[in-house]
Structures are given as structure tokens and as C-alpha cells.
């Protein structure tokens, strides 16, 4: 078996698949499971990529849609007696190419897992399998008076397996934190296609090693999660505002979004949006909000003292020079709100790839990335634009090129990869990292080590080992085959 999944003895990748999907079949028939298995090419085709760009090319791969938590042990045990490689995926809608196609693999599809099986409403937590949209969580749990707090751009979209594999962050994380602060316990289906039970319902335990907080984030490579209790929240009390400031620059937004941590609020929403966004914003829907500036930051309070906290932080940004715009009506605030939503999807197709960066600084060293984005797209001729969950630090730096200067084989040119190392650079340089929650994947596998250090990045592969020792989920992600 070679480390990348790929059985050796037995054949090429294509023929051990076959031979892997046939006996998956009689299982599942002796079984009577209700899972489809796809092998057409045409039937295969939606599941090779994600929204990241990365295009796995013309290999060979089957998909499962299983329907039951058996259904996933099942395909774990065929995948180990195979030497079959297994990539779990959910909504699709990854950045980094985690859950993207490789060859001779099956793809496991969650998509079905769409159930809230529970939801405490005294204890404040719910109890979710891995298929169910984001947003859905919060839908279900409104009535109840709760939420789920983590409120990433793509909630509409995206499950939240996928959330949890990523630890994915949000809109509101500044004030509510990521994933990981909202997951208790997991139900994971091991490498040998054994079920575990990680964490606890209650809100407090520390009993052994987390190995919840373990899972979350790992992208698939340490097994498949199934399900998850989930922390909820109360839906805030008052009427949230939602204050829409506009400045001359991208930089000059930023140093007013660190500037409004002096007031002592911790605002629930601290977002910013750069001009070249702002200008799609406008031909997309017909407004004028380049016209204001060329930095936008939404910012947004709730609670019962939302009015007073907003009036606090409108203070600041006014003295900064930004041109302020504040609502408490519902249609304007969701009308706002839409912008960074709709920006982060960038509905209007183009003739481009995106390659989609998402690093984080502390924040006081904000303002100088901002510049150095800036100062790189200059120096190698890209066009980098900026979105950025501003209030944790956390920025994504968008290169943005024309498909017309991709090579014959769909190919970044080099000036792009040597761009995105620069970005890489800076942000390690200003204590940050490289990803801030669309995880490694395959697009920032190569940065890995020169964050994490020769020690600690072949300790995480020893930990990789250990969960999955025949190197069969996912992999190929995160970590360089050696």
C-alpha cells in the first residue's frame, strides 16, 4: 500500500475500485441498504470538484450517496479491505479543494444525513446529523427562542460536516466564535469503519484528551463525521443595528475597524468589504456604493444595548472620517447584510479564477497587511481583492486571473503562485497564519510546513497515522504524500 491510497499489488487504482464498488454492491444488497452507488462518468461528474477552482482532472472515481450511519461503516470496511482511498464530502462548497476527486477514490456523500434529531431547549443544544444545512440549524431552533451561533458567508449552502471539518468561521465570529466553540460532542465513523461517540452533551468536561476539538478541523483526514451535538444560543433580545460605514481607502476602513476595539464593545459583526467589491456590488444589483468609498465596514450590534453600543462605535468611525450609514429596519439591514453574502459568492460570472486566500493576523497588525496585499498585487501584476472578517483578523485576499493567461492545461500562471507565497509570507511574518477557516486542503498543503515547523508537522502526520494508519481518508489532503 502506498501512502497515497493507492493499492500496489493489486492493480491500478481504476481496477481495484471496480473490484471495491462490486463487493460494496453485494454488501449493500445483502444488507438491503438503501445507498446508490454512481460509477458513469456523467452521474460521477458534479462530485469531483468544489468551489475552490482546483479542477482534479480526468480521473477515475466512484460516488456513494449512503443513507444511513451503516451505510458509512460499510464503505469504510470495503475501503480498508480494498486499500480504497474515501473522501466524505457534504455541501461541496469548500475553498481550499478538501473535498475535490482523486483517483481510484470513492467519494462519500453525506447529502442525505439532512436530520435534526433533537433539540434540548432547556439545556440549549441540538443534536444534528452532518448532511443538514447551515442555516437549517438556526430555522429549526428560532421558534425555540435559540440559534446556532457560527454564521459562515455560505450558511445557505453549506453543511455543517463541512463546517466542522473545516472548523469554518463567520460573519459573526467576532463576538460568537467558530465552529469549534459550538461543537460538544461528534458521532465518527473510523478508518476501519468502527463508530465512536467523541465529547459530551453538557456544556463543561475535560474528561480525557478532546479529541472533539481534534476532529474539528481535520478535513476528512481522520474520520467521517456523521453527526453532532451542537451548542445553541438565545436569539438576542432588542432590535440589532446595523451600521454601514464608508471610507476613501481599504487601509484607512481597516485601522477604523481596530480602532473601535477601544470603545470596550464587541460588536457581533465586523465586516469589510474592499472598492473593487464594492464596484461588482453595483453591477450586479445596480447600486452605488463605490460612489461612497472605497472601503466599506459593516458593522453590527445586538442585545439590549445594541442602540448604545452602535452609537459608541458610530462616534469612532465618524471621527475617522468615514461616511455613516445606520439602520434598525429590518428590510435595509438584511438588504446590507446580502451585500457581504452575495459578495462572497461574486454572482456575476467572469472570465477569471479566483484563487481564494484566506489568512489571519493579529489584529493590530492589520493595517500593515491591508498594505502589503496591496503593495503584492503591484509587484507581481495581480489582482488581489480583499474580503475580510475584519473584527478577528481573519482576510481573504482573492488573486483574481483572467482566463485567458491560464496555460493549455487550465494552469496557473507563475507570477499568481509567486503572488500568493508573498501573501503567505507577510502573514506569517506578522504573527498570523494561512488559513483562517477554509482549512488546507489541497491548495495550502504546500505552506503547511512552513508554518507548523519540521517538529510539529510530522507529530500531526503521526497523528494522522495512528486514525487512519493504511492512509485512506482523504488523502493527499493537508499533509505532502511522502
Not at 161 to 177: D, H, S
Not at 359 to 364: F, S, W
Request: contains cysteine; aromatic residues 4%.
Amino acid at each position: 500500500m502506498s501512502e497515497g491510497g493507492a493499492a500496489e499489488p493489486g492493480g491500478s487504482a481504476g481496477a481495484v475500485l471496480e473490484r471495491a464498488v462490486a463487493h460494496l454492491r453485494a454488501v449493500q444488497q445483502d444488507a438491503g441498504s438503501a445507498a446508490v452507488v454512481l460509477t458513469d462518468p456523467a452521474d460521477v461528474a458534479p462530485y469531483a470538484p468544489d468551489r475552490s477552482g482546483h479542477l482534479p482532472g480526468d480521473v477515475e472515481f466512484a460516488v456513494v450517496i449512503a443513507s444511513t450511519v451503516s451505510d458509512v461503516q460499510q464503505v469504510c470496511r470495503v475501503a480498508t479491505e480494498f486499500g480504497v482511498p474515501v473522501i466524505a464530502r457534504g455541501g461541496g462548497s469548500g475553498y481550499a479543494g478538501g473535498a475535490t476527486a482523486t483517483a481510484g477514490a470513492i467519494i462519500l456523500s453525506l447529502e442525505r444525513f439532512t436530520g435534526i434529531r433533537s433539540i434540548d431547549a432547556e439545556s440549549g443544544v441540538c443534536e444534528v446529523e452532518a448532511g443538514v444545512v447551515t442555516a437549517d440549524i438556526s430555522l429549526a431552533a428560532r421558534p425555540l427562542g435559540l440559534r446556532y451561533a457560527p454564521d459562515p458567508a455560505s450558511a445557505a449552502i453549506s453543511t455543517i460536516g463541512g463546517n466542522i471539518a473545516t472548523n469554518a468561521g463567520g460573519l459573526c465570529c467576532v463576538k460568537y466564535g467558530v465552529t469549534r466553540d459550538s461543537v460538544l460532542a461528534l458521532d465518527v465513523v473510523l478508518a476501519s469503519g468502527e463508530l465512536i461517540h467523541t465529547g459530551h452533551r453538557s456544556i463543561k468536561g475535560v474528561s480525557g484528551y478532546d479529541l472533539t476539538a481534534l476532529f474539528v478541523g481535520s478535513e476528512g483526514t481522520l474520520g467521517v463525521v456523521v453527526g453532532a451535538t451542537l451548542r445553541l444560543l438565545p436569539v438576542p433580545l432588542g432590535v440589532p443595528r446595523t451600521v454601514a460605514a464608508f471610507f476613501p481607502t481599504a487601509d484607512a476602513a481597516t485601522a477604523a475597524s481596530v480602532a473601535l476595539f477601544s470603545t470596550g464593545v464587541r460588536p457581533s459583526m465586523l465586516e469589510l468589504i474592499d472598492g473593487v467589491h464594492l464596484a461588482r456590488i453595483d453591477e450586479w444589483r445596480g447600486t452605488t456604493f463605490r460612489s461612497r468609498g472605497a472601503g466599506l465596514l459593516l458593522v453590527q450590534t445586538d442585545g439590549l444595548a445594541a442602540e448604545t453600543e452602535a452609537q459608541l462605535l458610530i462616534d469612532v468611525l465618524s471621527q475617522a472620517g468615514s461616511d455613516v450609514e445606520v439602520t434598525a429596519d429590518t428590510a435595509r439591514e438584511q438588504e446590507m447584510l446580502d451585500i457581504r453574502r452575495w459578495t462572497s459568492q461574486d454572482q456575476a460570472p467572469r472570465p477569471e479564477i479566483t484563487l481564494n486566500e484566506d489568512l489571519a493576523v493579529p489584529r493590530h497588525r492589520l493595517v500593515e497587511m491591508v498594505r502589503r496585499i496591496e503593495s503584492i498585487s503591484a509587484e507581481f501584476g495581480v489582482v488581489i481583492t480583499i474580503l475580510a472578517h475584519i473584527g478577528d483578523g481573519n482576510i481573504h485576499a482573492n488573486l483574481r486571473i483572467p482566463t485567458s493567461e491560464l496555460d493549455a492545461d487550465g494552469q496557473l500562471p507563475p507570477r499568481a503562485w509567486a503572488a500568493a507565497d508573498a501573501l503567505v509570507a507577510t502573514a506569517l511574518e506578522l504573527g498570523g497564519t494561512i488559513t483562517g477557516e477554509h482549512g488546507i486542503g489541497i491548495l495550502k498543503r504546500r505552506w503547511l510546513r512552513r508554518e507548523l515547523g519540521d517538529v510539529q508537522y510530522e507529530l500531526q502526520r503521526s497523528v494522522k497515522r495512528l486514525f487512519d494508519p493504511q492512509n485512506l481518508l482523504n488523502p493527499g489532503k493537508v499533509f505532502h504524500e511522502a
